[in-house]
């Protein structure tokens, strides 16, 4: 792939991911969709998926922001729900879905079938976060569903790895492929454990803003590269590290946050759309050379094989949900009462992404100098699966939830709480204040420190102004015009630098000083509009 191609590739691809966002329809999906249009049209370049590219360069990334944006506290609590689905959940449906693809497709050994188990076992860490964002999940399932597409990829490569060897006859043992896994998994961990900490302490000694955000680039490439150099599971490492840095990040200076907050999301929004574009490109590829098996008779085994999916899916998440209810009165008091809708959501939010597709491309095309059985076969399987259930599961979610009355997140009671936290952290600010000016060596101007009393007061009923009467005009609350006039009023100030430098009052780098002034105080005005 040269240059132009990828430049093409990313470009078009965020034009479409821009053009969903007035669509009812997913951004995942249309990506998906359009891919699969171009993957037949001329000129269109050969984009081939490249596990050695996806795998350490791609997956890293992904899962890195994925992990700083999620909860450390939240995955404690659902460590047991999280666990199930993203370990016991992938194991399980390895051996049952590659077990029922054995039956279904005659002359599939059941070493490859449970090759193919395994690479299409792990949803997918992009589309379950990328629909429960935008579907406004409720928080406990959102969590749930971040935390096993966060964990889930380890556990399918090394189920991979542990069936891949068992088919081209390397003798794997139960024992040993259980080995394998253990060592993979602490392994991944201890490397996260042993980075986390030195890392942290890098970002906070530098200094610089743009040395913090080159290392934070850098993070989930060495985290991953440093547990696959030992032989542990680098999904694991990037996971491990990511969440402390995210649970700490607090402790990191202001313009760091700032920058690498806009950093990530554009590197997090480039792979995600890039990503989605190349599963629908990759439909040459996969049809190419079936073999024995007729386009007829390989669609009617990926029908076979999506429907065990799903059903396997929901044949382990009821149990998983209920039995340790009903067989621990710790688990009943430590965890929320389930309703029916909960596990329902569970397992239909079960949609695979490109992981699975990137390890298919990985089996090897020939085996002792045999070819793979049925390699193009597994590979079309892969891809039918991935696309089936991110067409139908994705686009059946929304219905589903709003069917069965899911609730969604309680806006006010949100905004409650962080009223409430927010004065609780003014009133210490102002006590912290009065303490300072009431220090000889801070003497201020008096209309100075009426300004810093305003500012935290401002801040303190900013958000209680949320939770009072609209403007009956406008629709906005008292906040709401604060922020928009305040941002009307920064316009007019920018307006103005630029007519001085334009009229060589000033110069360029004086103007740069002073727009960045006013950048600062609009990303804060934007924030927390955002945020609203």
Do not use: C
Request: net charge neutral.
């Amino acid at each position: 792939m040269d240059a132009l191609s990828l430049v093409a590739l990313v470009a078009v691809s965020a034009a479409i991911a821009g053009a969903a966002r007035r669509t009812p329809v997913p951004a995942p999906l249309l990506l998906v969709a359009a891919g699969l249009a171009a993957a037949y049209v001329p000129g269109v370049p050969d984009y081939t998926l490249d596990p050695h590219i996806v795998l350490p360069l791609v997956l890293p990334p992904l899962l890195h922001t994925a992990a700083l944006d999620s909860s450390y506290l939240d995955l404690r609590a659902n460590l047991r729900p999280v666990a199930l689905l993203s370990v016991g959940y992938v194991l399980f449906a390895t051996l049952a879905v590659g077990y029922l693809a054995h039956l279904m497709v005659p002359d599939l050994p059941l070493t490859a079938a449970l090759v193919l188990g395994a690479v299409i076992a792990p949803p997918d860490a992009v589309a379950a976060t990328a629909i429960a964002r935008r579907l406004g999940l409720p928080g406990r399932i959102t969590t749930i569903l971040q935390g096993e597409s966060l964990v889930n990829d380890a556990t399918a490569i090394t189920a991979y790895k542990v069936a891949l060897a068992a088919a081209v006859g390397e003798g794997v043992s139960w024992a040993g492929g259980i080995t394998e896994f253990a060592v993979a998994a602490l392994g991944g961990i201890g490397v996260g454990l042993v980075l986390m900490v030195p890392i942290h302490w890098l970002r906070r000694s530098l200094r610089e803003p743009l040395l913090q955000n080159t290392l934070s680039l850098l993070i989930p490439f060495v985290a991953y590269a440093a547990a696959e150099r030992v032989h542990a599971s680098g999904v694991l490492a990037v996971v491990v590290v990511a969440l402390y840095l995210g649970h700490r990040s607090w402790q990191v200076d202001f313009a760091t946050r700032l920058q690498e907050e806009a950093v990530w999301k554009m590197v997090a929004f480039v792979l995600e759309t890039s990503v989605f574009a190349l599963i629908g490109l990759q439909l040459p590829h996969v049809v190419r050379d079936l073999g024995a098996y007729g386009t007829g008779e390989a669609l009617l085994y990926a029908a076979g094989v999506f429907l065990a999916v799903v059903v396997v899916r929901f044949v382990w998440v009821f149990p998983a949900t209920y039995l340790p209810r009903a067989m621990s009165r710790r688990v009943r008091e430590r965890e929320p009462e389930v309703g029916l809708a909960s596990p329902v959501i569970v397992g239909w939010a079960g949609m695979r992404g490109v992981v699975s597709l990137a390890i298919a491309f990985s089996i090897p095309v020939t085996v002792a100098g045999e070819a793979f059985p049925a390699r193009n076969l597994v590979l079309f399987l892969t891809f039918t699966t991935v696309i089936g259930t991110l067409v139908v599961q994705g686009l059946t979610l929304p219905p589903l939830i709003r069917a069965l009355k899911l609730p969604g997140r309680d806006t006010r009671a949100e905004t409650l709480a962080e009223a409430q936290a927010q004065s609780e952290a003014s009133r210490a600010a102002e006590r912290r204040l009065e303490e300072l000016l009431a220090d000889e060596r801070n003497t201020l101007p008096e209309p100075l420190a009426d300004r810093l009393r305003t500012v935290l007061e401002r801040r303190r009923n900013a958000v209680w102004e949320r939770l009072g009467a609209a403007n009956p005009v406008t629709g906005e609350s008292a906040d709401d015009t604060y922020r928009r006039l305040a941002r009307a009023v920064i316009e007019a100030e920018r307006e103005v630098f630029v007519r001085l430098r334009d009229e060589r009052r000033i110069d360029d780098e004086m103007m740069r000083t002073l727009l960045r002034r006013l950048d600062l105080e609009e990303a804060a005005a934007y924030r927390e509009a955002a945020d609203d």
